[in-house]
């Protein structure tokens, strides 16, 4: 009895979905990968706060509903401080979270959030990230009327969080990947391109 009170806690994963897909579509995407590893963590799939305000790319692979988690153009990114919102409170009400597992748009967000925490800017009412996977991620890239104020001096210095990142080749992602600056990178490929699936 007391062998199983003192089994360990799988490391719990906050999964945030890419642009304009859903938390159920990250889901069946992640399940595609070996059974030796999805069964070592825990994953939570939450979806974005905002319907898809267009058509989305995996439309005919996968079915609606689609969300976004803030909405950018060549000019300004817009609610990007309510998504930020949003994810502490799902992170205060359904954590603790150990790491973070982010896919295009949500590889974005998972990227920058530890930076935030470390500033105090966000984030001060969970505990410190662990850990982050980041497939196919990007860099928030140059807007006419600057970046959202959370970003103001974002990625200006190394933030110490192990992470992986999974690069599709080719893909224009994999070399806003590499500017993502964390501390302890590891780099692995993609069969593919803007994709989840490994080799």
């Known amino acids: 009895m007391l062998g199983s009170q003192m089994r360990r806690r799988k490391p719990r994963i906050l999964c945030l979905h890419g642009f304009r897909t859903s938390g159920e579509i990250l889901k069946k995407m992640i399940g595609k ?21 267009g058509k989305s790319d995996v439309e005919g692979l996968y079915g609606p509903p689609y969300y976004e988690w803030y909405q950018v153009n060549e000019v300004e990114c817009s609610n990007f401080e309510e998504c930020i919102a949003y994810i502490e409170d799902y992170m205060v009400k359904h954590g603790p979270f150990d790491g973070l597992l982010g896919f295009s748009q949500g590889g974005m967000l998972a990227a920058v959030l530890p930076w935030m925490q470390r500033e105090g800017v966000a984030f001060t009412k969970v505990p410190k990230i662990k850990f982050l996977i980041i497939i196919s991620g990007f860099k928030l890239r140059e ?45 692995s490929s993609l069969d593919g391109a803007h994709c989840t699936k490994t080799r």
Request: some cysteine.
């Open 143 to 187: 807007l006419k009327h600057g970046p959202p104020k959370l970003l103001v001096n974002a990625f200006s210095a190394p933030v110490a969080c192990p992470s992986l990142h999974l690069i599709g080749f080719p893909e224009g992602s994999g070399l806003y990947a590499t500017k993502i600056i964390c501390e302890a990178l590891c780099y």
């Open 33 to 53: 990968w070996p059974a030796a590893v999805l069964e070592n963590f825990d994953f939570d799939f939450p979806d974005a706060p905002f319907p898809a305000k």
